[in-house]
C-alpha cells in the first residue's frame, strides 16, 4: 500500500483466498484492505495515538439518513455526553479532494451535527470548525486533542 502523510502506525494484517485484511481496533474485526480503507485506519490510529482520543469514543463506518438517503460516515468521534465532536471523510489516496468532498460530509453535519470536520486522502488533510451561528465552516490548522 501507498505511504500516507500519518505517522508511522503498526498494523495486524492477514491474507485469506488471495484478499489481504487489516484488523480494524474499533470495529474489532479484520476487513478487506482497500485503499480508503487503508486511509481510514491510518487515521484511527491518528486519532488514538496522536489526538490520544479513547477509543470508546469513536465510531467507524455507520449508516445515517440524510434527505431520506441511506449513505455511511466513514469515522465519527463522540463527546463524553454523546454529543458529536468530529467526524472524519476519508477517500482513496488517488482521489483529489475537492468541493464535492466538503460538500458530502456538510450534507452529513446535517444529521449529525458535528463541532469539527476533517477531510483526507491520507496524502492531503483538511480540518474545519464548524460555525453554526453564521451557517459555514472555518479552516484549521489542525484538529484539537482529545480534552479530558
Known amino acids: ?46 486519532l488514538i495515538n496522536v489526538k490520544h482520543y479513547p477509543k470508546f469514543l469513536i465510531n467507524v463506518e455507520k449508516e445515517l439518513i ?9 469515522i465519527v468521534v463522540f463527546n463524553s455526553d454523546g454529543t458529536i465532536h468530529l467526524i472524519v471523510e476519508c477517500k482513496s489516496p488517488t482521489i483529489t479532494i475537492n468541493q464535492n468532498t466538503f460538500d458530502q460530509i456538510a450534507q452529513y453535519n446535517l444529521v449529525l451535527n458535528a463541532n469539527y470536520l476533517m477531510v483526507t486522502n491520507g496524502l492531503n488533510h483538511y480540518y474545519c470548525q464548524m460555525d453554526f451561528k453564521n451557517e459555514r465552516y472555518h479552516f484549521l490548522k489542525d484538529i484539537p486533542e482529545h480534552s479530558k
Open 66 to 74: 440524510v434527505n431520506t438517503l441511506k449513505k455511511r460516515y466513514d
Open 1 to 46: 500500500m501507498q505511504e500516507l502523510n500519518f505517522p508511522k502506525f503498526s498494523f495486524r494484517f492477514k491474507n485469506s483466498e488471495n484478499k489481504v485484511s487489516i484488523f480494524d481496533s474499533i470495529r474489532k474485526k479484520f476487513v478487506i484492505l482497500q485503499p480508503e480503507e487503508w486511509v481510514r485506519q491510518h487515521c484511527i490510529q491518528y
